[in-house]
């Protein structure tokens, strides 16, 4: 009997902005794989939220006459509401504002600075407020922050350090020995060599800023935001150092962690030398996917160049937007977002392969099966032959291979067209009247297949086929029910349209 759920993290999203599909990305993932694993009775929680102390939120709702937690509590809300139109199922949503986040991280900083792991200094060199990190002379671009590219603040007085210097050893042997820790591969290999070069003393909380987590024992200096969200994937389930909770026990450590792998390093370095300062197990595998780039570029709020899911939504549907991320590139790699590229997949695929064939099946079904479910085909070859795929099409879904997992699941559609190419079943009823109803037994049978491996990733449109079959998720004894297409087919945009490129 399993006791502990299967704990799925993923970052924490600033509120210095509305959602787009970058932020999309990441946690559809998370998506996709609580569901995978939901289908197979194994407990899951999924924890996603927001980063509400981000560096620039005072000066953004000072520009829009707000308070900053208003502009937080509104752009938060916004991330919660495109969660729901994409059909992301999370069991906990937090905000690091929430007074039990924000109690835990302070109680865990003030661990960390008994034990002297944290320790108040001089502020060395150069300090970039949009990244929080001091930087050397050295390491600077002129005068400017070597990632945003803005000049780098001369700042005084003291701040507070992480001993993350103290931890190379560990990181170093806990990297060797858990080989699948990080992930994917050669990402992975590039993070280990920046360890083996060296690591730093790090700032995690500086005075002079009123919106954020204050200091317990020092209220005039504040937690960075990176610090708080990094402790809130343990104190969402209820971490406190002060006191126990239940809920942490049944989840901790995190099964999968979730990233864009421009926070690699803050969550493949820097997050598992805090658990081990804290004594906390670590989790069991951090992940840093691609980016999808637009005109080869990331996307980015501030430079404007970035896709509203909302939009392809509107235009291709849910699904549509699901499938394209998850098929058109490993999950691992950056790939080129495009119109043109979606409309062909929704065209080739969705509309082509897979709406084709349930157009197909379920209209001979109506016509010779009076849309009554018949019984499985248990001497069947092609039956046989997919049900033996789907082991394989769980194992690239757990381990995050997903346009693996989906590549095996058109093969299958496409095997299927194949074969009622090959069998001309509208023939049958004259040339073959008795292999009829044995073969169309045998598709139907062969699409419920499809349809419970496209569960996770396409659920509106799983549902729908499973509606058409009169199965899974119908109430007992309901008849199969005729429904429209699935993929209507799409015609080329036209210049101006939100997602033509």
């Not at 620039?56 to 502009?71: F, L, Q, S, T, Y």
């Not at 060599?193 to 909380?205: H, T």
């Not at 951090?286 to 980016?291: D, L, N, T």
């Not at 073969?439 to 729908?464: H, I, Q």
């Amino acid at each position: 009997m399993r006791t502990k759920k299967f704990y799925i993290t993923t970052p924490l999203y600033c509120v210095s902005g509305k959602p787009h599909l970058g932020h999309a990305y990441t946690t559809l993932a998370a998506d996709i794989l609580a569901r995978h694993l939901r289908t197979r009775d194994i407990p899951v929680h999924l924890q996603t939220g927001t980063a509400e102390h981000c560096p620039d939120i005072e000066e953004i709702a000072k520009g829009r006459n707000m308070a900053p937690g208003d502009w937080c509590g509104a752009v938060s809300a916004d991330f919660r509401a495109l969660w729901k139109t994409l059909n992301i199922e999370y069991d906990q949503f937090i905000r690091t504002s929430d007074p039990a986040c924000t109690d835990g991280v302070q109680a865990a900083f003030e661990k960390l600075l008994k034990s002297g792991d944290i320790r108040k200094g001089p502020a060395p060199g150069r300090y970039c407020p949009a990244c929080e990190t001091f930087y050397d002379e050295a390491e600077l671009k002129g005068k400017n922050c070597p990632v945003h590219g803005r000049p780098a603040e001369q700042v005084g007085g003291e701040a507070y350090f992480f001993r993350l210097s103290g931890h190379e050893g560990a990181l170093l042997r806990h990297y060797a020995k858990h080989p699948d820790f990080l992930s994917p591969p050669g990402r992975a290999q590039e993070l280990v060599n920046s360890v083996k070069a060296g690591l730093k003393d790090i700032s995690v909380a500086r005075p002079g800023t009123a919106w954020g987590v204050p200091v317990r024992s020092d209220p005039g200096h504040t937690v960075h935001a990176w610090f708080s969200a990094l402790l809130n994937y343990a104190a969402g389930p209820g971490y406190n150092p002060d006191r126990g909770s239940q809920d942490f026990q049944s989840l901790w450590p995190a099964d999968v962690h979730l990233a864009g792998r421009g926070s690699f390093r803050l969550h493949g370095v820097i997050w598992p030398a805090l658990l081990l300062s804290l004594g906390l197990e670590l989790p069991r595998k951090v992940y840093a996917h691609g980016w999808w780039t637009i005109n080869g570029g990331k996307m980015s709020r501030s430079k404007g160049n970035f896709i509203q899911a909302e939009d392809v939504v509107r235009d291709y549907g849910v699904d549509a937007l699901r499938y394209f991320l998850f098929r058109e590139v490993p999950f691992g790699e950056d790939g080129e977002f495009s119109a043109e590229a979606l409309r062909r997949r929704y065209n080739a695929d969705l509309a082509g392969e897979l709406g084709r064939l349930c157009s197909r099946v379920m209209t001979l079904a109506g016509k010779y099966l009076e849309h009554r479910l018949p019984r499985k085909p248990e001497g069947s070859e092609i039956f046989k032959e997919l049900s033996a795929w789907t082991q394989e099409i769980h194992r690239s879904t757990e381990a995050l291979r997903f346009s693996d997992a989906l590549e095996s699941i058109w093969r299958a559609a496409g095997r299927l067209n194949r074969l009622i190419d090959e069998k001309k079943p509208w023939e049958m009823e004259k040339k073959e009247p008795a292999a009829l109803r044995p073969f169309l037994n045998e598709m139907v049978w062969c699409l419920r297949l499809v349809a419970g491996w496209l569960d996770p990733y396409m659920p509106d449109t799983a549902s729908k086929m499973h509606l058409q079959l009169g199965v899974g998720m119908t109430p007992g004894g309901v008849e199969p029910q005729n429904l429209p297409a699935l993929f209507p087919r799409k015609h080329d945009g036209k210049p101006g349209d939100p997602l033509h490129n």
